[in-house]
DNA sequence: TATTCTTACGTGAGGGCGTC
DNA sequence: GACGCCCTCACGTAAGAATA
């Protein structure tokens, strides 16, 4: 039986611009960019980040992340993933409670943070070791350098469990470009999968599946005809994977090919 | 070179049903 | 009403060929 571990250390390099394909992010992490730029879509909202960011990102939301190399160069980043374990132990050993429920974003910047930086630049050298009791005792020092400087996450660390039930209606319209299973957004609106889909047909009088390939097709075709943009260019934004099957779907659902209703430059 | 089309295959969504 | 299980089949993905 595999045992999930409780933390990870993960340092990417990459030479390519990188799509993460599955949106969802289902723990908490810390990301440190070495060089490279790494850009996050939100459901409202997009964000760039630079060589030298240190960046917190919440558990159970959607966000498209990008990561650019600079020219002739790699991207190179460090991030420490830290599970719902890790938190709980950390939250026990130092007494947490929660205070009031987090309102803050889901993805920002931690600034002007020397102990972090320090304590990233230690990360580099450490390299991708998999002893588990090195990791959580990391894990540990990462989580009082976080709280020393932003204390305004421990609401964050503290509020493991299942989201709440939210408007069904007001999050998928938000959410619907990002190309996740619906079982992840069943989740985070805080249903069972069964719950979703019921709620979901009595509010949208159709299934999830077909009513988010429709939402996604619509977008598509607002871009190509009034923002002029190429089938290439539109794809990945409205949530489809593979520009093959974007064709086919937008062919079946518009009788057309989607290179006809892009007008050009 | 970019886009569209075809095909095969694996996956996951839909929906029915039983249980709590 | 909410949930979980299970079966069926439509859909997504990948690969490669055809076309503009």
């Keep these: 039986m ?46 760039i980040f630079t060589a030298g960011s240190i960046i917190f990102f919440k558990k159970n939301h959607l966000a498209k992340l990008i990561k650019v190399p600079e020219v002739d160069k790699n991207f190179e980043s460090v991030s420490m993933i830290l599970n719902d374990t890790v938190i709980k132990n950390y939250i026990s050993s130092n007494h947490l409670i929660m205070e009031e429920r987090y309102k803050g974003r889901n993805i920002f910047a931690l600034k002007n943070c020397t102990p972090l930086q320090d304590y990233f630049d230690s990360l580099y050298k450490y390299g991708n070791g ?21 204390p305004q996450l421990q609401s964050a660390l503290l509020d493991l469990g299942m989201p709440g039930k939210i408007d069904l209606e007001a999050y998928m319209s938000k959410n619907f470009m990002f190309n996740t299973e619906i079982k992840n957004f069943a989740h985070l609106t805080g249903r069972s999968l069964a719950s979703f889909k019921r709620d979901f047909n ?54 057309i090919p989607p290179s006809m209703i892009y007008s050009g430059e």
């Design 202 to 255: 009595r509010l949208f009088f159709t299934s999830p599946h077909k009513w988010l390939q429709q939402k996604r097709l619509d977008m598509a075709f607002f871009m190509l005809k009034e923002k002029s943009l190429k089938p290439t260019q539109v794809y990945l934004e409205v949530g489809f994977e593979d520009l093959s099957h974007f064709s086919f779907a937008f062919k079946k659902t518009f009788g």
């Design 130 to 150: 998999s002893n588990e009791g090195k990791l959580i005792e990391k894990s540990m020092v990462l989580l009082d350098l976080l709280l020393l400087h932003a």
């Design 2 to 47: 595999d045992v999930m571990p409780v933390a990870k250390f993960v340092h990417a390099c990459y030479s390519n611009k990188k799509l993460v394909t599955d949106p969802f992010i289902t723990e908490f992490a810390i990301m440190h960019i070495k060089s490279g730029s790494f850009i996050v879509y939100e459901a409202d909202k997009k964000q």
